[in-house]
Every structure is written in structure tokens, then in C-alpha cells.
């Protein structure tokens, strides 16, 4: 026992003496929010040529790929000081929950001293909240809590069993009331966690809830790709990187089978099971899908969202599930509904597919409502559209 307390103090000596070293007797706090929210992030670097950040607190920058043009985060130089600590400090921000990286001699990395951090496709960056007016809905306070739970569902339709992630609002496990249900869809390169980690889905949720601004109900956020059983890391394919688009995704598999999860939820949880108590709303893709499965099935849902919607010209007209596409939506809109809701960013490359989209609703008389908000196709944008999408459900 003597034995082993002296190698323990020994270890903690020389762990210490390493770090000490190692950062000159200096603890490193990055990133260190100051009074006025402004931001200094530092990184230990001596040997480093450059070091650079990346965040979406920063200018954006215009990136061209294949699906179009894009917002992307800007850069900024870290200046290094005599003991190798690179910092920079940010300008005053506003309240939000932001997301950055490192760019270290032309290598991305994340900051080392920052446990936190979300994963968006396969690109992993850390992240921290500046407090007050929208950003509070993404924290979590001293308030009763909902549950978050990933759960496998079979599909027949699809032929596999698979995970899905649903929030409870809090008192759901020891009540027995019956709760309306809104299918929150993420966009491509997403799954089932997306919405609960970059979208902060259980704490705005919780917060607008608390607040008496949202009824209770139960949120479902399921995996929009098909050849999936789940999140990559989380399914019998094990750990294999993430794709922005994979197969499947949009070819009207996910709308046939849309169903499977309905049954699911409503064999498996206290739910309203009636097109009044339903809502179906998603970001991009999810905006796709949502559109998609709403006209499709023209009778189950009484709430629409559209956030950033991929409304794509040409769909993948072999699918039955893209057939009669104006007919389908006069059907929803005979068969009538309470909310369809059309939102996105003034700068989003999907810009002028929305609006073509407005003008076909337009022209058949098809009521809905227009939300523009200032920026492009980023998750700031997705946040806000669900903390004043949820507020108008199910009154």
C-alpha cells in the first residue's frame, strides 16, 4: 500500500512538472469569454509556423462545391507570444451558440483545452454559448426537463431495425396524458442526432415549455437516410466516416416508408393519434422530406415547416412518391391544415427554389406563412426557426 502511494506521487510530480513544462507554468483557458463577449482563444504551439481560426463568429466566406454556393466560417491569425501561446481575441459577439476550429500549419484541428463538441457530417468542431436574448433557449437551466431517448424501431418498409432519437416533455414518464407530436427532419449529411446536438432540440424545447410558450409534446427526430440503421458509430456498419449525401436520400424511399415511424410512435407512446396533434417540419433535406410526406400522406398532418427547404426542380420522377405533385398539394390544401410554414436565410443558396416554390403555391391559392431571416444555410438559422415554429403547434 506505502508502495503504491509513493508511485502515485511520484507519477502526479513528474505529470506535473510535464505540464508545467510544457505551458511555462501557465494555465491555458481558451476559449475565455470577457466581460463585454468578446472572446480570447489560445492554443500552445511553439514549434508552429501559422496557427488560424475558424469559427461562425468570424466573416463568412463564399465556397463553391457541387450543390452549390455556400456560406463558409471565416479565418482569422492567432499571434504567438515568447512561451508559444497562440491567441487571438474575437470582436464583441452577440448572444448565440457558436462553433470554431483550429488551422494549425494548414491542419484543422479542435482546441485541446474545450471538451465540448459537436459533430456536423464528419467535420468536428468545438463550441461555446455567449448568454442572453435567443442564445438562452440553447441552455440548460434550473427547470423541469424533458427526456431524450435514442430508441430502435422496426421498419418493414425498409427491411431493418432502426434508431431513432425522441424527446418527452418533462412529467411524460410519471403522468398519463396523451401528447401531440412533431416529426423534426434533419438535413443531408445528418441522422437521428443531429437536431438533438446542433440543433439543441431538448433545451429549447425545455426552456419555450417552462416558459408556457410551447404545449408540451413529444419531438421524434429520426435517421432521413435509408441505407442506414443509424448515426455512423451507432449501427452494425460500425465506425466508418460520414457522408454529406449518400444513396438513397432523396429518390422518395424515406416518404413511402414514413409510416413505420408513425406506427412506431404511436404504438409505443401516450400520443394524440389524429391529424390535429400532428406536425411534420425540416431543415434542407428535411425540408424536402417534410414537403414531400405532408402531400403525400395529405391527411395526417395539420403542421408544416419548411426550414431552408432542398426543393429540388427535378425530382426523381420514377418514385410514385413524386408523381401528381400539384395534384397532392391541392389535395392537402382541400383536405385543409393549420399552419404550413415557409422559412429561410436571405443569403441561402436555396433562395430562389423557395421562392419558384411560393409562386406555384401562390398561383393554386395555397395558404402558408413566409419567414425570412438575414443569413445563408447554417444551423443559427435552423435554431430560430424551430423556437418559433414550436410556439405555433398544436393551439
Known amino acids: 500500500m506505502k508502495k503504491a502511494i509513493v508511485i502515485l506521487l511520484v507519477m502526479t510530480s513528474i505529470a506535473s512538472f510535464a505540464q508545467q513544462s510544457l505551458f511555462g507554468g501557465q494555465e491555458i483557458k481558451s476559449p475565455e469569454i470577457n ?20 469559427g461562425d463568429f468570424l466573416p463568412t466566406e463564399k465556397i463553391k462545391t457541387q450543390w452549390g454556393e455556400f456560406d463558409a466560417p471565416g479565418k482569422a491569425n492567432l499571434i504567438k507570444n515568447e512561451k508559444g501561446v497562440w491567441s487571438f481575441t474575437s470582436q464583441v459577439l ?21 471538451p ?22 440553447y441552455k440548460v437551466k434550473d427547470i423541469p426537463h424533458g427526456t431524450v431517448a435514442k430508441r430502435w424501431y422496426d421498419s418493414p418498409g425498409l427491411g431493418m431495425d432502426r434508431r431513432i432519437t425522441i424527446y418527452t416533455p418533462a412529467g411524460y414518464e410519471s403522468g398519463n396524458e396523451k401528447y401531440p407530436v412533431l416529426y423534426l427532419l434533419h438535413g443531408a449529411g445528418g441522422d437521428e442526432e443531429a437536431w438533438n446536438t446542433l440543433g439543441r432540440t431538448a433545451q429549447i424545447m425545455d426552456n419555450l415549455i417552462s416558459q408556457g410558450k410551447v404545449k408540451p409534446m413529444i419531438v421524434v427526430m429520426p435517421n432521413g437516410n435509408v441505407i442506414q440503421d443509424a448515426a455512423p458509430g451507432e449501427g452494425h456498419d460500425g465506425f466508418y466516416k460520414p457522408q454529406f449525401m449518400v444513396a438513397k436520400t432523396m429518390d422518395g424511399t424515406y416518404e ?11 404504438t409505443n407512446y401516450r400520443v394524440k393519434a389524429d391529424k390535429a396533434n400532428r406536425a411534420v417540419a425540416g431543415l434542407s433535406m428535411g425540408g424536402f422530406h417534410s414537403l414531400h410526406i405532408s402531400r403525400y400522406y395529405p391527411n395526417t398532418f395539420d403542421y ?17 412518391v413524386y408523381y401528381d405533385i400539384d395534384k397532392t398539394l391541392k389535395t392537402q390544401m382541400d383536405n385543409g391544415y393549420k ?14 427554389n423557395v421562392e419558384e416554390y411560393r409562386a406555384k403555391l401562390d398561383k393554386m391559392g395555397m395558404k402558408y406563412i413566409y419567414r425570412e431571416s438575414d443569413g445563408g444555410h447554417i444551423w443559427r438559422n435552423w ?13
Open 35 to 54: 466581460a463585454n463577449n468578446s472572446v480570447i482563444f489560445r492554443f500552445v504551439a511553439p514549434n508552429a509556423d501559422t496557427v488560424k481560426i475558424t
Open 256 to 266: 413511402a416508408n414514413f409510416m413505420d415511424i408513425i406506427k412506431f410512435v404511436e
Open 383 to 395: 435554431r430560430i426557426y424551430l423556437s418559433e415554429f414550436a410556439p405555433q403547434l398544436f393551439k
Open 304 to 320: 408544416v415547416g419548411l426550414f431552408s427547404a432542398a426543393i429540388l426542380p427535378n425530382q426523381n420522377v420514377s418514385s410514385p
Open 116 to 137: 465540448f463538441l459537436v459533430r456536423d457530417v464528419a467535420s468536428v468542431t468545438n463550441i461555446f454559448i455567449i448568454g442572453g436574448g435567443q442564445a438562452d433557449l
Open 339 to 352: 399552419l404550413y410554414w415557409i422559412a429561410i436565410g436571405n443569403t441561402d443558396f436555396l433562395y430562389k
Open 94 to 114: 452577440q448572444p448565440e451558440l457558436y462553433s470554431y476550429s483550429f488551422i494549425v500549419d494548414g491542419i484543422t484541428t479542435t482546441d485541446p483545452n474545450n
